[in-house]
């Protein structure tokens, strides 16, 4: 059984930083490529950003440019989400999702991504 365990969300007052991380167990975590999304209340889900399984990052949504970094340690079945410079608008719940390397994908949307976390908060206060 796959999963994908997402953690590290939180409160922050704005211009603070977070790490999230996600971890998987039961897939090759080597093989997938892997994406953190977010969907805030009364709104569409949004890519962040996308990074293949030698960690080339395919995306980078133009609201977290310069912000959110994504990485990944493939040793350790995890990718991480680097966020720094924090506002209120990056208030959301924030998913990572799996999908094999070999598949097509949309990173802005999500589409194709076959495996998903619960998701983790994240809330930044003005």
């Known amino acids: 059984q796959v999963q994908l365990v997402e953690s590290g969300g939180g409160l922050v007052q704005a211009g603070g930083s977070l790490r999230l991380s996600c971890t998987g167990s039961g897939l090759n975590f080597a093989d997938y490529t892997m994406g953190w999304f977010r969907q805030a209340p009364g709104k569409e889900r949004e890519g962040i950003s996308c990074?293949?399984?030698?960690?080339?990052?395919?995306y980078d949504a133009d609201s977290v440019k310069g912000r959110f970094a994504i990485s990944r340690d493939n040793a350790k079945n995890t990718v991480y989400l680097q966020m720094t410079s924090l506002k209120p608008e990056d208030t959301a719940m924030y998913y990572c999702?799996?999908?094999?390397?070999?598949?097509?994908?949309?990173?802005?949307?999500?589409?194709?991504?076959?495996?998903w976390g619960q998701g983790t908060q994240v809330t930044v206060s003005s």
């Open positions: 999702a799996a999908v094999s390397s070999s598949a097509q994908y949309s990173c802005s949307g999500g589409f194709g991504f076959t495996y």
């Open positions: 990074i293949t399984r030698i960690s080339y990052v395919t």
